[in-house]
């Protein structure tokens, strides 16, 4: 149950980015007098779909293969290499999209990548007006940090003392978990006890580590020292007091992320029908187990009394729109750095190319709003992004033809723009059928 879940979180978040997507195409179309034919979610190959109605002219439709969608203009690049040339003859030509000025088919074009930012945008101010931002409380007081495997690869060791990261002491939550840490050369202020001395050190994580944080998860990396540690719990092994986990630190609880006492309390009673896995680290380690409960319910823990991880704090509409604004940027900022890596060649692709398998893996087996907008805003930016790729059929190969246009004042030729496209749907496709290999591949090392 929990995969259909899974599925279904993913398939309404990929609705909803192409739908909006389209829209902006098709609003733009409209505003230039551009007669739309089709708007289709998802496509229609083989002429097949699952639903289609006509509205003042336009088709809408729903089609059965969910790899994007399309906007169907009157006179547009496409039909100029249709088999029956007349297909739009019935079309004025003041309503064609070929006849529109360079400008206007720019923006029709680019409409697209606005409204997928535009969506980012609207989502991430929804999130902080609603969620407020949470600051992290213990930085620059002792947030002692327990290193993760990635951790321990950079240096990190258990105990260690963060003071700043990138200088920047003054954290949120979302900073934490994105722009401070997502990217390369990332550098992390910390105080380690060495006997009776604590020695100020700045630890520098290469961008392959961080490229791994980002595809494996922060606590993989590190997590801060929570409100509450394991002092024992059943294990369903023999159902006997595990002391080899004494004093670890729950982290996860059923792969949903845990930062705080209250938080484990929340994915308790959300899981009492389910079998409870816990993520703990220890000595460093990360490990997954299925815990027991008692008779009563319970499994064993003990609290201490360290300060809060995050203090909550409301947010205005304006300080929403500011924090909403450097989320959108940041996220762009590194998914393009990401890109850079991967052209460069510091990030291998197998590591850096992530594709629609891997990505619906990101949604819970359950649903939680935070995190399902979350991810929808992320996605969203990222496929504005990626359809600036100079590649057609994306946005960004037909803007980089009009730009061309706009330039030389002259149309491109027919023989052109059709080795143009066909070039860019076979790299399309071969790009695609790497990271659905790597995908599987990924998937596979992670079961076995």
Same mark, same amino acid.
């Given at each position: 149950?929990?995969?259909?879940?899974?599925?279904?979180?993913?398939?309404?978040?990929?609705?909803?980015?192409?739908?909006?997507?389209?829209?902006?195409?098709?609003?733009?179309?409209?505003?230039?007098?551009?007669?739309?034919?089709?708007?289709?979610?998802?496509?229609?190959?083989?002429?097949?779909?699952?639903?289609?109605?006509?509205?003042?002219?336009?088709?809408?439709?729903?089609?059965?293969?969910?790899?994007?969608?399309?906007?169907?203009?009157?006179?547009?690049?496409?039909?100029?290499?249709?088999?029956?040339?007349?297909?739009?003859?019935?079309?004025?030509?003041?309503?064609?999209?070929?006849?529109?000025?360079?400008?206007?088919?720019?923006?029709?074009?680019?409409?697209?990548?606005?409204?997928?930012?535009?969506?980012?945008?609207?989502?991430?101010?929804?999130?902080?007006?609603?969620?407020?931002?949470?600051?992290?409380?213990?930085?620059?007081?002792?947030?002692?940090? /327990?290193?993760?495997?990635?951790? +321990?690869?950079?240096? $990190?060791?258990? *105990?260690?003392? =963060?003071? &700043? @990261?990138?200088?920047?002491?003054? /954290?949120?939550?979302?900073?934490? +978990?994105?722009?401070? $840490?997502?990217? *390369?050369?990332? =550098?992390? &202020? @910390?105080?380690?006890?060495?006997?009776?001395?604590?020695?100020?050190?700045?630890?520098?994580?290469?961008?392959?580590?961080?490229?791994?944080?980002?595809?494996?998860?922060?606590?993989?990396?590190?997590?801060?020292?929570?409100?509450?540690?394991?002092?024992?719990?059943?294990?369903?092994?023999?159902?006997?007091?595990?002391?080899?986990?004494?004093?670890?630190?729950?982290?996860?609880?059923?792969?949903?992320?845990?930062?705080s006492y209250n938080d484990f309390i929340i994915r308790l009673k959300e899981n009492e029908q389910r079998q409870l896995y816990l993520t703990v680290i220890h000595d460093g380690k990360t490990s997954t187990m299925l815990a027991h409960r008692d008779k009563d319910g319970h499994i064993g823990f003990s609290l201490n009394t360290n300060l809060p991880v995050?203090?909550?704090?409301?947010?205005?509409?304006?300080?929403?729109?500011?924090?909403?604004?450097?989320?959108?940027?940041?996220?762009?900022?590194?998914?393009?750095?990401?890109?850079?890596?991967?052209?460069?060649?510091?990030?291998?692709?197998?590591?850096?190319?992530?594709?629609?398998?891997?990505?619906?893996?990101?949604?819970?087996?359950?649903?939680?709003?935070?995190?399902?907008?979350?991810?929808?805003?992320?996605?969203?930016?990222?496929?504005?992004?990626?359809?600036?790729?100079?590649?057609?059929?994306?946005?960004?190969?037909?803007?980089?033809?009009?730009?061309?246009?706009?330039?030389?004042?002259?149309?491109?030729?027919?023989?052109?723009?059709?080795?143009?496209?066909?070039?860019?749907?076979?790299?399309?496709?071969?790009?695609?059928?790497?990271?659905?290999?790597?995908?599987?591949?990924?998937?596979?090392?992670?079961?076995?």
């Amino acid at each position: 149950m929990s995969i259909l879940i899974m599925i279904a979180q993913f398939l309404v978040g990929l609705s909803l980015l192409v739908f909006i997507h389209e829209l902006g195409h098709f609003l733009a179309a409209k505003a230039f007098g551009i007669r739309v034919k089709k708007f289709y979610l998802f496509f229609d190959t083989f002429s097949k779909r699952l639903f289609r109605f006509n509205y003042k002219g336009t088709e809408f439709g729903i089609g059965w293969l969910p790899l994007g969608g399309y906007v169907r203009m009157a006179g547009s690049i496409a039909t100029a290499d249709d088999s029956d040339p007349d297909e739009d003859a019935d079309v004025p030509p003041a309503h064609r999209y070929g006849h529109k000025p360079v400008w206007q088919r720019l923006i029709v074009m680019s409409a697209g990548i606005f409204m997928n930012l535009l969506l980012a945008l609207l989502v991430y101010c929804g999130m902080f007006l609603y969620y407020g931002r949470n600051q992290v409380a213990v930085f620059g007081k002792n947030a002692i940090i /327990l290193p993760g495997q990635l951790g +321990l690869q950079a240096g $990190l060791q258990p *105990g260690d003392e =963060v003071t &700043s @990261i990138n200088a920047d002491s003054a /954290l949120y939550e979302d900073e934490l +978990l994105s722009t401070h $840490l997502m990217h *390369g050369n990332t =550098v992390l &202020s @910390i105080v380690r006890r060495q006997g009776k001395e604590r020695v100020h050190l700045h630890v520098a994580v290469s961008p392959k580590i961080m490229q791994l944080v980002a595809d494996k998860g922060l606590t993989q990396f590190f997590s801060l020292k929570a409100g509450f540690q394991v002092d024992s719990f059943f294990t369903n092994v023999d159902l006997r007091r595990n002391q080899a986990f004494k004093k670890a630190h729950i982290i996860a609880l059923n792969g949903d992320s845990v930062r705080s006492y209250n938080d484990f309390i929340i994915r308790l009673k959300e899981n009492e029908q389910r079998q409870l896995y816990l993520t703990v680290i220890h000595d460093g380690k990360t490990s997954t187990m299925l815990a027991h409960r008692d008779k009563d319910g319970h499994i064993g823990f003990s609290l201490n009394t360290n300060l809060p991880v995050f203090k909550p704090e409301r947010v205005s509409i304006g300080q929403s729109l500011s924090a909403g604004s450097t989320k959108v940027w940041s996220t762009i900022a590194q998914n393009s750095k990401g890109l850079s890596q991967l052209v460069s060649g510091e990030v291998k692709a197998k590591d850096g190319l992530v594709g629609p398998v891997r990505i619906a893996t990101l949604f819970s087996g359950h649903f939680e709003a935070k995190r399902f907008w979350g991810l929808v805003a992320l996605l969203s930016t990222a496929l504005a992004l990626l359809n600036v790729i100079p590649l057609a059929p994306m946005d960004g190969g037909v803007m980089a033809v009009l730009l061309y246009e706009a330039v030389t004042r002259k149309p491109v030729s027919r023989t052109f723009w059709a080795f143009f496209y066909l070039a860019g749907v076979v790299a399309i496709m071969l790009l695609s059928g790497y990271v659905l290999f790597n995908d599987i591949r990924a998937l596979h090392q992670v079961s076995s």
